[in-house]
């Protein structure tokens, strides 16, 4: 599932998704756009596609996306399919193990974050009179395979936390991320494992922790340390498209924003 809210993709959006559905070929592609969208050049450039359209309020923001993804409505339209791969269109996917990673007992898979992501939360089942930091080491969400029945009961197990991210517009995927270490039955793999099945930060020292193995995919592989990937690309990139230098960036450390604490 791709999601897309404009016209025309970048060079550099374009040739992810080129190079990610290349090799995922007999796939079912689906694009979700908002109602509003003409998608004639997707429908040119990717003719086995096909098109779920929503509102187009959740398409008009950051916030509004996360809203989308933490719609039951989102995981019902897509219920006839066991698991949805999100890609969104800064992803690279390097290899197509889906079948080895549908077959894992996970309800979630998705990069690592180094040094992991942490908040508390206000709604019940917590409180701030009884508060629990949560921590989470995986599940950035820009590449995510995600168990779709798993996704809708951890949205119905907690529906306060679930109304407060709608709320507040808060990342989809810290959701499941963190939510996720707090059900009995919501399945997540550890940091080690998630790593081999995408990267986003770091992706040098997971390499190298891996044996030097590369993940089955990348999310926003031209932001954080392009010339990695580059060279593990199979094809060279077009001219159009220059060569960033790495970028540093620590991990989201969200749990502030949420208590207006100092850590």
């Known amino acids: 599932m791709v999601p897309i809210y404009k016209e025309c993709l970048s060079p550099e959006e374009e040739f992810s ?5 290349k090799r995922m070929p007999g796939r079912l592609i689906y694009f979700a756009a908002p109602e ?9 450039r990717y003719p086995e596609g096909r098109f779920e359209r929503f509102p187009n309020a959740y398409f008009e923001s950051i916030e509004g996306y996360n809203r989308l993804l933490l719609s039951p409505g989102f995981y019902q339209r897509f219920a006839l399919n066991e698991f949805i791969l999100i890609l969104q269109t800064d992803a690279l996917v390097l290899r197509d193990e889906l079948d080895h990673w549908c077959a ?10 180094p040094g992991g992501q942490m908040l508390t939360p206000s709604a019940p089942p917590y409180s701030p009179e009884h508060p629990k930091r949560i921590l989470t080491h995986v599940g950035n969400g820009g590449l995510s395979l995600r168990r779709i029945e798993a996704s809708l009961r951890l949205m119905a197990e907690f529906p306060a936390v679930l109304s407060e991210f709608l709320t507040k517009g808060w990342n989809e995927d810290l959701f499941f991320g963190l939510l996720g270490t707090q059900s009995a039955a919501f399945r997540l793999p550890h940091e080690g ?6 990267l986003e930060l770091e992706p040098q020292r997971y390499f190298l922790r891996n044996q030097s193995t590369l993940p ?11 010339p990695f990937w580059v060279s593990h690309l199979e094809q060279p990139l077009p001219a159009s ?13 969200l749990w502030k924003r949420f208590l207006g604490r100092k850590k």
């Open 104 to 113: 894992q007992p996970f309800d979630w898979i998705g990069a690592p974050w």
């Open 17 to 21: 998704l080129d190079y990610s559905l």
């Open 36 to 44: 509003h969208l003409t998608v004639s050049r997707y429908e040119e």
């Open 216 to 226: 089955m995919g990348a999310h926003a592989w031209g932001r954080y340390d392009m």
């Open 193 to 198: 494992l998630a790593s081999r099945f995408a």
């Open 241 to 253: 498209i220059p060569v960033r230098p790495t970028l540093s960036e620590k991990p989201r450390r």
